[in-house]
């Protein structure tokens, strides 16, 4: 499903007031590199203790603060799932055929089994596969397109209509290139060119290993198709536009759009009945409709099989899964091995029976009360971001008005959903191929959201699981969403005091908040409904403002000759300038109510005003690869953690106060050039 969501590796929790002797800072000296000047390199000086004791190892491309997190979460959750698949494959009859726990038992079983997959071969996926050589007419493409699980031009999914918030509706959105970024297809650097070589190579290989003949041609067909596709998908700047991307007609007008499918057909195979839905990206489902009348029907089936063996890669032999991890890990990402088997396990069951999985982790791992606790500070959060709106000199009134009861008109979301899933119809058979229990549960999903489709929202739907480590904000619903999984250090601490925590959690609540103000949630309003809230004098000075925030972006260097997206990561900037902004205004109000003596305090050598930076840097704590540098660039609407810190920080004034940044400091941005938005 493509969803309109901000998400951001998140924490949350009330804090304490650091008046408390007993409290600790919170800021751990290991991780500092006192040998660098804070005033010059920021991160480096927060951050490079963290970065020598935490080496990339040959699994990952990049590790963080927050992949530390999650990956002491993931074991918790293995912890559960590992006790559940041991008692399946032990006690069986004690395990009644059908509960959670034969699901889960046996997913996590079958996902362990290689064995038994390098056995199986490629049988799985050939009943698939033969569907599509048995196409023998273009006039078949339409219901076949419409009963696909495994290969498609383009992308259909049910969610808010983004004009009439309280509804659903059919959503389209386009797909059809495995690379994923149309950049891939079209840049002429020498890196991409290099990337593209790597591909043709991989997926030659890929047709080989499934007894496909001509594969070299097969490849090149590959290249070609996808290529067409990708030129005529729009870029990531592109699909950042809310406007652009929604394109609500009826299925009359879109057949006279798209008159080379029969979507009347199309949609009856899917098996939904609709009058209306909203065409995600024109040019692009165009140009697919144009493919499916003129290139060779067999060069279209052998696009659509190569599509249904990309997906089905990870889920088959031992020697598909690597030929797969050589280009997407080592070529593109520079990782050196897969990731250990349990952990690709605990995925498949967290992706298939997430929900079912989380209602054990928060029984374990979440407190009852941390809920209302982490209530309380998002309310502390909001009203400073409610002062920050009102002290707005930039903003008219009017707006000031429209921007506060949209803040407080925000859902909250803590820890875990009210009301769990429903995975009774969910059938998982360990007779039958892990590839099929994959496809039942692919089903599962796809008849899961198109449920949905003409009926109201489900206001308490969730789009994260509980055990994630991550948070989000959806515009649509004008809802931020914390799950249990994100609730431990470096994101909160309970022991450590004020400074601290709301460097930290503070931070992300307030970047989550901002979310709905940035230059993408500011086009929805407190429903969720893409209406214009602004005066024309108001955008047009928010404009000007988030155009020094883009601009300052471009002008980073993240590899040799390779900048920063400024446009791209644009939403994700504004946000953690704003959530800096917020919550240093929270932590200075909570700070003025104590006594002159305790606002200035230090301890561990720094001030609490000194603290709150070194918390939030010590969030984007990280080692990356020079590959996945690369390929974050193109793909991730997130700056990457150096410049979380040392992009965002100098536009930040308590920054400059806190550490006494002066002019010599090659970090300095003087106060007339600095962001101001919210």
Same mark, same amino acid.
């Given at each position: 499903?493509?969803?309109?969501?901000?998400?951001?590796?998140?924490?949350?929790?009330?804090?304490?007031?650091?008046?408390?002797?007993?409290?600790?800072?919170?800021?751990?000296?290991?991780?500092?590199?006192?040998?660098?000047?804070?005033?010059?390199?920021?991160?480096?000086?927060?951050?490079?203790?963290?970065?020598?004791?935490?080496?990339?190892?040959?699994?990952?491309?990049?590790?963080?603060?927050?992949?530390?997190?999650?990956?002491?979460?993931?074991?918790? =959750?293995?912890?559960?799932?590992? %006790? #559940? $698949?041991?008692?399946?494959?032990? &006690?069986? *009859?004690? @395990?009644?055929? !059908?509960?959670?726990?034969?699901?889960?038992?046996?997913?996590?079983?079958?996902?362990?089994?290689?064995?038994?997959?390098?056995?199986?071969?490629?049988?799985? =996926?050939?009943?698939?596969?033969? %569907? #599509? $050589?048995?196409?023998?007419?273009? &006039?078949? *493409?339409? @219901?076949?397109? !419409?009963?696909?699980?495994?290969?498609?031009?383009?992308?259909?999914?049910?969610?808010?209509?983004?004009?009439?918030?309280?509804?659903?509706?059919?959503?389209?959105?386009?797909?059809?290139?495995?690379?994923?970024?149309?950049?891939?297809?079209?840049?002429?650097?020498?890196?991409?060119?290099?990337?593209?070589?790597?591909?043709?190579?991989?997926?030659?290989?890929?047709?080989?290993?499934?007894?496909?003949?001509?594969?070299?041609?097969?490849?090149?067909?590959?290249?070609?198709?996808?290529?067409?596709?990708?030129?005529?998908?729009?870029?990531?700047?592109?699909?950042?536009?809310?406007?652009?991307?929604?394109?609500?007609?009826?299925?009359?007008?879109?057949?006279?759009?798209?008159?080379?499918?029969?979507?009347?057909?199309?949609?009856?195979?899917?098996?939904?009945?609709?009058?209306?839905?909203?065409?995600?990206?024109?040019?692009?489902?165009?140009?697919?409709?144009?493919?499916?009348?003129?290139?060779?029907?067999?060069?279209?089936?052998?696009?659509?099989?190569?599509?249904?063996?990309?997906?089905?890669?990870?889920?088959?032999?031992?020697?598909?899964?690597?030929?797969?991890?050589?280009?997407?890990?080592?070529?593109?990402?520079?990782?050196?091995?897969?990731?250990?088997?349990?952990?690709?396990?605990?995925?498949?069951?967290?992706?298939?029976?997430?929900?079912?999985?989380?209602?054990?982790?928060?029984?374990?791992?979440?407190?009852?009360?941390?809920?209302?606790?982490?209530?309380?500070?998002?309310?502390?959060?909001?009203?400073?971001?409610?002062?920050?709106?009102?002290?707005?000199?930039?903003?008219?009134?009017?707006?000031?008005?429209?921007?506060?009861?949209?803040?407080?008109?925000?859902?909250?979301?803590?820890?875990?959903?009210?009301?769990?899933?429903?995975?009774?119809?969910?059938?998982?058979?360990?007779?039958?191929?892990?590839?099929?229990?994959?496809?039942?549960?692919?089903?599962?999903?796809?008849?899961?959201?198109?449920?949905?489709?003409?009926?109201?929202?489900?206001?308490?739907?969730?789009?994260?699981?509980?055990?994630?480590?991550?948070?989000?904000?959806?515009?649509?619903?004008?809802e931020i969403c914390f799950p249990?999984?994100?609730?431990?250090?470096?994101?909160?601490?309970m022991s450590a005091d004020d400074?601290?925590?709301?460097?930290?959690?503070?931070?992300?609540?307030?970047?989550?908040?901002?979310?709905?103000?940035?230059?993408?949630?500011?086009?929805?309003?407190?429903?969720?409904?893409?209406?214009?809230?602004?005066?024309?004098?108001?955008?047009?000075?928010?404009?000007?403002?988030?155009?020094?925030?883009?601009?300052?972006?471009?002008?980073?260097?993240?590899?040799?000759?390779?900048?920063?997206?400024?446009?791209?990561?644009?939403g994700e900037n504004i946000a953690?300038?704003?959530?800096?902004?917020?919550?240093?205004?929270?932590?200075?109000?909570?700070?003025?109510?104590?006594?002159?003596?305790?606002?200035?305090?230090?301890?561990?050598?720094?001030?609490?005003?000194?603290?709150?930076?070194?918390?939030?840097?010590?969030?984007?704590?990280?080692?990356?690869?020079?590959?996945?540098?690369?390929?974050?660039?193109?793909?991730?609407?997130?700056?990457?953690?150096?410049?979380?810190?040392?992009?965002?920080?100098?536009?930040?004034?308590?920054?400059?106060?806190?550490?006494?940044?002066?002019?010599?400091?090659?970090?300095?941005?003087?106060?007339?050039?600095?962001?101001?938005?919210?």
């Amino acid at each position: 499903m493509k969803k309109i969501l901000f998400p951001l590796v998140l924490l949350t929790l009330m804090t304490t007031a650091c008046t408390n002797p007993q409290q600790t800072t919170g800021i751990h000296p290991e991780n500092l590199d006192t040998t660098v000047v804070p005033q010059y390199d920021f991160y480096q000086f927060a951050c490079g203790g963290w970065m020598a004791n935490n080496p990339l190892t040959p699994e990952y491309s990049r590790f963080g603060s927050f992949d530390k997190l999650g990956l002491q979460n993931l074991e918790q =959750v293995n912890g559960l799932i590992q %006790e #559940i $698949a041991d008692k399946v494959k032990g &006690e069986r *009859l004690k @395990v009644k055929d !059908g509960s959670i726990e034969q699901k889960i038992g046996d997913m996590y079983n079958l996902a362990m089994d290689t064995a038994r997959r390098d056995a199986e071969g490629i049988a799985p =996926v050939q009943p698939t596969l033969a %569907e #599509i $050589a048995a196409i023998e007419s273009r &006039e078949q *493409l339409s @219901v076949a397109l !419409g009963k696909a699980m495994d290969y498609s031009l383009w992308a259909m999914y049910v969610d808010a209509d983004a004009m009439n918030s309280s509804m659903n509706i059919m959503n389209e959105y386009q797909a059809g290139f495995s690379l994923g970024e149309k950049e891939y297809y079209i840049d002429e650097d020498e890196h991409t060119r290099s990337i593209r070589a790597a591909y043709v190579a991989y997926v030659e290989k890929m047709f080989d290993l499934f007894g496909f003949d001509h594969v070299a041609e097969r490849a090149q067909t590959v290249l070609r198709m996808e290529t067409r596709l990708a030129k005529a998908a729009y870029s990531n700047v592109e699909l950042r536009d809310p406007q652009r991307n929604y394109n609500k007609m009826s299925i009359d007008e879109l057949q006279a759009l798209v008159p080379q499918v029969d979507w009347k057909a199309y949609f009856a195979a899917l098996g939904v009945e609709l009058d209306s839905l909203s065409i995600g990206q024109i040019p692009h489902l165009q140009e697919a409709g144009k493919m499916l009348a003129d290139e060779p029907l067999d060069d279209l089936k052998t696009l659509f099989s190569w599509q249904v063996i990309e997906g089905a890669a990870s889920y088959l032999t031992t020697e598909i899964y690597m030929t797969s991890f050589d280009f997407y890990g080592r070529v593109l990402s520079g990782t050196e091995e897969p990731r250990p088997l349990w952990k690709r396990a605990v995925g498949i069951v967290n992706g298939t029976l997430g929900e079912a999985v989380g209602q054990m982790y928060v029984a374990k791992y979440f407190p009852e009360e941390n809920k209302a606790r982490m209530l309380a500070l998002v309310k502390n959060l909001q009203k400073a971001l409610g002062i920050r709106i009102e002290n707005l000199a930039w903003m008219s009134r009017e707006t000031k008005d429209k921007a506060l009861e949209k803040l407080n008109a925000m859902t909250i979301k803590i820890g875990y959903p009210d009301e769990w899933r429903d995975y009774s119809k969910l059938e998982i058979n360990a007779e039958n191929t892990y590839y099929a229990n994959l496809q039942r549960a692919a089903k599962f999903e796809q008849d899961y959201s198109l449920s949905y489709l003409g009926k109201p929202v489900d206001k308490k739907k969730w789009y994260m699981t509980p055990q994630t480590v991550n948070a989000y904000y959806n515009p649509s619903s004008n809802e931020i969403c914390f799950p249990a999984g994100i609730l431990q250090y470096p994101f909160f601490d309970m022991s450590a005091d004020d400074a601290f925590n709301y460097g930290a959690i503070g931070v992300v609540i307030g970047h989550e908040m901002t979310h709905g103000f940035d230059d993408q949630g500011c086009q929805f309003d407190k429903d969720g409904n893409m209406i214009n809230w602004w005066t024309a004098e108001d955008k047009a000075a928010f404009d000007a403002r988030t155009k020094v925030m883009e601009e300052a972006f471009n002008k980073i260097e993240v590899a040799p000759g390779v900048h920063a997206n400024g446009a791209f990561t644009l939403g994700e900037n504004i946000a953690d300038h704003g959530g800096l902004q917020v919550s240093y205004l929270a932590f200075t109000l909570n700070e003025e109510a104590k006594a002159e003596k305790d606002r200035l305090q230090e301890r561990d050598g720094f001030t609490p005003q000194q603290r709150f930076f070194l918390a939030y840097a010590n969030v984007w704590a990280g080692n990356i690869r020079p590959e996945e540098i690369l390929q974050r660039t193109k793909s991730d609407p997130h700056s990457l953690g150096r410049w979380r810190v040392n992009g965002a920080l100098p536009q930040i004034n308590a920054w400059y106060e806190a550490w006494n940044v002066t002019e010599e400091s090659p970090m300095y941005i003087a106060p007339e050039n600095r962001v101001s938005i919210w």
